[in-house]
């Protein structure tokens, strides 16, 4: 489904969703061109709960948690640069 076919069919609900279909723009706005909502959730704290749930069983799978009152999904996508071993400090006893 497309962002506005959700956003009629689940109106003032928050949502996990995921992007079945998914482009970055050169910006690093992620655009998901399609996707399936996963479930519905009574509000924000369910849903960011639920989302990591759902992330950590299923890391490969791209999940959101939205709020269908938004009109247009801002999705910025940020590089993981994560710790080089070289560049980390390690404490002795």
Known sequence: MK???IRTVYPDQWLIVEALEAHTT???QRIP???AVI???PDGNSAMQRY???HLEY???EFYFVHTSRKNL??????WLGIRSSNAVFAER
């Open 3 to 5: 962002w506005s076919e």
């Open 26 to 28: 050169p910006d690093n």
């Open 33 to 35: 061109d399609r996707l």
């Open 39 to 41: 479930e519905t959730c």
């Open 52 to 54: 990591r749930e759902l």
């Open 59 to 61: 890391p490969q799978r």
């Open 74 to 79: 801002n999705i910025r996508e940020r590089q």
